[in-house]
């Protein structure tokens, strides 16, 4: 699994990181979460989760599982932290909970940040690692990158006739969204990308040939760094 | 707590022992326990224990965590080891759904071997910790020993004279219960004392007074090689 040397490898400091895993720290988090759980009920998780009786207990058990990095700091150090959590709008069901019992046990409730989601290179919806036809991949090829851009859902014209008449839609256009959320930091140009798409003058493929050019860098270099953030894996662990 | 060292004053094999706790040990235990909860579900464990929508999620969890240790053999070493477990009967249920389970995982079934309840000192049913009066603790002075085998339930008449004509009840005396399961090895004393006890020629102080020499004799020298043994329990632990 290539998910800890990623992380590594957009500039985690290892100082201030530590990765832990439910499976591998168990030792750590186990006793934590059964401390939640006693907070908790069935019919609080079967309510936030939509479980049901046909549920593996692992599952029910797993929000507490969940919860427990909210107070790591706080039990590992016996001096209580506040812990901000960023992550997308469909974790929250667990955070919810976790703020529920937090006082419960003697912690700061947690708090969190809503990331968005990316999104995909199809129409409309987010990226799905599960469909590799819209979703780039950390480990792509460029040919492969070419490839998925190329392929994208954009919001130009039905013809190059058509987009130089009528102009694009970039709020549909997921290669803008790349350019939005990642590849194009300087607002100023992003106005005027909207602005000559509108009246056509930017056609699907100048920006799928700048996309293009922008990932491939972005990936080949980050995947250099994966490569050397391999060794250094341990150096995360919470157990180091 | 005591419980560790005094399975090693017992007499219990380091070479073959290993102590663990489902808290400390979840490193170990959690991972095994997730795969079991995966072939169980919450109307099982519901049924089994008598579970509701009360129960804390870490309760309806812990049959997998109960569970994992039958397949820590065979799930540390690789090589498929059969477990037998000596419990009594009140942990059945566990055994059974752990049964359920095992093919299903790819291990042997646990098999299991019912030991009977120690009965208490008072008046039927088994001892109970919490009973102080009439559970013997591993912890007891010499004074208390006497104390409560004094004060036990026997099956003696109301009064000497009563005992002398009619006779007493050996089954349903719970210091000749303490003869039979812990302190007297050998079956022709016991048949003899029955014998003399139904007569009224043995007793309830004669009975007594061997039973606390025998239980504090016993627990003098337990005392002493669990003092020894603290220094040895993390020879026992699994982590060692």
């Not at 859902?153 to 970039?170: A, N």
Request: charge should be positive; charged fraction near 25%; proline fraction near 5%.
């Amino acid at each position: 699994m290539y998910n800890n040397s990623n992380l590594i490898a957009v500039g985690f400091n290892p100082k201030k990181t530590y990765i832990f895993s439910d499976l591998n720290n168990s030792d750590t988090l186990y006793p934590i979460a059964v401390k939640i759980a006693k907070h908790s009920t069935f019919s609080t998780v079967k309510g936030i989760f939509g479980f049901n009786h046909e549920t593996n207990p692992g599952m029910i058990f797993f929000p507490a599982m969940q919860a427990a990095p909210c107070f790591l700091p706080s039990e590992l150090y016996g001096k209580e932290t506040v812990c901000l959590i960023p992550a997308a709008i469909d974790q929250d069901p667990y955070w919810r909970l976790t703020r529920d019992v937090a006082n419960k046990i003697g912690h700061y409730k947690p708090v969190q940040i809503h990331c968005k989601f990316l999104p995909g290179l199809g129409k409309g919806g987010k990226m799905s690692s599960s469909d590799s036809g819209t979703a780039i991949y950390t480990t792509d090829s460029p040919d492969r990158v070419k490839k998925k851009v190329w392929n994208s859902f954009t919001g130009g014209g039905g013809s190059l006739k058509e987009h130089r008449e009528k102009g694009g839609k970039p709020q549909i256009c997921s290669v803008y969204q790349y350019f939005l959320y990642l590849f194009e930091e300087s607002d100023e140009r992003l106005a005027e990308l909207i602005k000559s798409c509108k009246i056509g003058e930017t056609i699907c493929g100048d920006c799928k040939t700048v996309l293009t050019e922008r990932v491939t860098r972005f990936l080949l270099e980050h995947q250099k760094k994966r490569e050397k953030a391999k060794d250094a894996v341990e150096e995360f662990f919470i157990t180091r």
